[in-house]
């Protein structure tokens, strides 16, 4: 089972969105793998196929859409990166929409896009994986980033 989704800059992982509810994400998806808490009295939930979780705030309302990779198609501002069969490092993609990204705690933040990444550009396979977030989301540890290191890129 394939889902498709489309990342629309800090709109939301097309069709999901970032002001929809769990209930709203639970009719596109179905009900989730596991459920845990997270946040500030928010939740985290996921599911298998595709592999993705969703987090919530404390009203329940979307707040990340994760993605490892795994069963679904990725697009970006849409621009297929990942197939169902294929799931490349998304980072050069990413780098033609947002040449600056910094790295936040061995993140690759694109804030222009609201993506981050993480796996990729430091080598860690079990990281790899790509998170869609709102406008504001990592304004917080935004003040502790870094520049990133490119030279894999250049």
Sequence with gaps: MGLTFNIEPLVGAIPLRFNSSRLEVHQLLGPPRKSSPWGRGGAIEYWRIPHMNVAYNSDEIVQHVCFSPGDSELSVCGIQIWTLDDQ???NPQLLLHDPSPVDVVGFLI????GISTGGYH???DAQRGLIAFPAGAWDEVLKDAKPANLARYR
Excluded at 110 to 113: H, I, K, Q, S, T
């Design 88 to 90: 490349p490092d998304p």
């Design 110 to 113: 694109f804030p222009r896009l």
């Design 122 to 124: 430091d080598g860690d």
